[in-house]
């Protein structure tokens, strides 16, 4: 019994060793694959730029859809671009992934940026090791970085006040006032958003006496959401649509895909197609969907293209010539049913 036991014992630790063993190899393996990924110095490249993308929601189709055409034009100037929270093992926050491209000695950096210190802190970082940083869709003015690519946030607001006079002009309302709710973002430390609510004020202010005599007064407010993820996004917006309200709102403005996908659902879910008009933001096969079964009313959408490619050409340009525009503006169109899409902004 006694050498049946130690022989037991001895297989036991045979298996525990080899398992050690195993599990460092993977580990050592993951390592020099990961250090490859992010352009160590001491291995050769294809390419001549190594580029990281850092955003918020990095699977939302608009984000792909600014990856893709970065990674496109990357590629026709010999460097390479990688949305890093791809290939890493769990989620990271944004800041996170900032350090981690940092550590690894990247040559650029685009990220959807915030006004944060934090975000400073790591831009100005980044500069200070001659890493380009390029922001994109969310600025961070107070740093170091070299370049701003998005839209102007006063077109867009001015583009949703238009709709919100639009709806006010064609549908009959019964009620007092005509309220329009705009989304925001509960955790933003962006001053675009701010932006946007003024201009979106800026044109109900702007109706002439004789139109707005034909439509009771519209009201505009906020509500914030979280939209971390699509259950967060959901979560916030049943508060609107249906726990802590006795009435929906006559007009819900989304200032992101994720929202305006979650309150198109949750309206057709709860039955509330025709109780209230959707203003969406982009243009993903699902809103519009949504604009086609007319239960989206119409949605704003933004050149992903332009931002992707823009982004890239300002490394470009700053590594071949050591300068580069410090602004950068994609177009944005209003879509509805009938496709005729009214362009605004955008410029090189």
Same mark, same amino acid.
């Given at each position: 019994?006694? !050498?049946?036991?130690?022989?037991?014992?001895?297989?036991?630790?045979?298996?525990?060793?080899? *398992?050690?063993? #195993?599990?460092?190899?993977?580990?050592? *393996?993951?390592?020099?694959?990961?250090?490859?990924?992010?352009?160590?110095?001491?291995?050769?490249?294809?390419?001549?730029?190594?580029?990281?993308?850092?955003?918020?929601?990095?699977?939302?189709?608009?984000?792909?859809?600014?990856?893709?055409?970065?990674?496109?034009?990357?590629?026709?100037?010999?460097?390479?671009v990688e949305m890093i929270s791809e290939n890493l093992s769990r989620d990271y926050s944004k800041y996170e992934l900032?350090?981690?491209?940092?550590?690894?000695?990247?040559?650029?950096?685009?990220?959807?940026?915030?006004?944060?210190?934090?975000?400073?802190?790591?831009?100005?970082?980044?500069?200070?090791?001659?890493?380009?940083? &390029?922001?994109?869709?969310?600025?961070?003015?107070?740093?170091?970085?070299?370049?701003? &690519?998005?839209?102007?946030?006063?077109?867009?607001?001015?583009?949703?006040?238009?709709?919100?006079? !639009?709806?006010?002009?064609?549908?009959? %309302?019964?009620?007092?006032?005509?309220?329009?709710?705009?989304?925001? @973002?509960?955790?933003?430390?962006?001053t675009g958003q701010n932006v946007v609510l003024s201009a979106v004020q800026e044109a109900i202010d702007g109706e002439s006496e004789e139109t707005r005599a034909l439509h009771p007064p519209i009201e505009i407010s906020?509500?914030? &959401?979280?939209?971390?993820?699509?259950?967060?996004?959901?979560?916030?917006?049943?508060?609107?649509?249906?726990?802590? !309200?006795?009435?929906?709102?006559?007009?819900?403005?989304?200032?992101?895909?994720?929202?305006?996908?979650?309150?198109?659902?949750?309206?057709?879910?709860?039955?509330?197609?025709?109780?209230? @008009?959707?203003?969406?933001? %982009?243009?993903?096969? *699902?809103?519009?969907?949504?604009? @086609?079964?007319?239960?989206?009313?119409?949605?704003?959408?933004?050149?992903?293209?332009?931002?992707?490619?823009?982004?890239?050409?300002?490394?470009?340009?700053?590594?071949?010539?050591?300068?580069?525009?410090?602004?950068?503006? #994609?177009?944005?169109?209003?879509?509805?049913?009938?496709?005729?899409?009214?362009?605004?902004?955008?410029?090189?």
């Amino acid at each position: 019994m006694k !050498r049946k036991g130690k022989a037991l014992n001895s297989i036991v630790i045979m298996i525990t060793t080899a *398992v050690i063993i #195993a599990l460092t190899g993977a580990l050592v *393996v993951n390592f020099i694959s990961y250090s490859r990924r992010f352009g160590s110095a001491e291995v050769k490249v294809p390419y001549g730029h190594y580029y990281a993308m850092i955003t918020d929601n990095s699977d939302s189709s608009f984000w792909q859809s600014v990856y893709a055409a970065a990674r496109t034009t990357a590629g026709e100037h010999g460097d390479y671009v990688e949305m890093i929270s791809e290939n890493l093992s769990r989620d990271y926050s944004k800041y996170e992934l900032m350090e981690i491209a940092i550590a690894s000695g990247v040559d650029g950096i685009i990220v959807s940026a915030d006004e944060s210190e934090q975000m400073t802190e790591l831009i100005n970082d980044a500069a200070s090791r001659g890493i380009g940083v &390029v922001t994109l869709y969310s600025d961070n003015t107070s740093s170091d970085r070299l370049s701003f &690519v998005g839209i102007s946030n006063n077109d867009l607001g001015k583009l949703y006040g238009e709709l919100i006079l !639009r709806l006010a002009s064609e549908r009959v %309302y019964t009620t007092d006032t005509i309220e329009a709710v705009i989304l925001v @973002d509960a955790g933003s430390v962006s001053t675009g958003q701010n932006v946007v609510l003024s201009a979106v004020q800026e044109a109900i202010d702007g109706e002439s006496e004789e139109t707005r005599a034909l439509h009771p007064p519209i009201e505009i407010s906020t509500y914030t &959401v979280d939209p971390t993820n699509e259950y967060s996004a959901e979560e916030s917006i049943k508060g609107l649509l249906l726990r802590e !309200r006795s009435t929906l709102p006559e007009i819900v403005v989304c200032l992101g895909e994720l929202d305006t996908v979650a309150v198109y659902q949750m309206v057709v879910d709860y039955n509330e197609v025709g109780l209230v @008009d959707i203003l969406g933001y %982009y243009d993903s096969e *699902v809103i519009l969907n949504g604009i @086609d079964r007319g239960v989206i009313y119409a949605t704003i959408s933004a050149d992903t293209s332009q931002m992707g490619v823009s982004s890239i050409d300002a490394l470009t340009e700053y590594f071949d010539y050591g300068y580069t525009n410090q602004y950068s503006t #994609a177009g944005i169109s209003i879509i509805t049913k009938d496709r005729e899409d009214l362009q605004e902004g955008g410029a090189p």
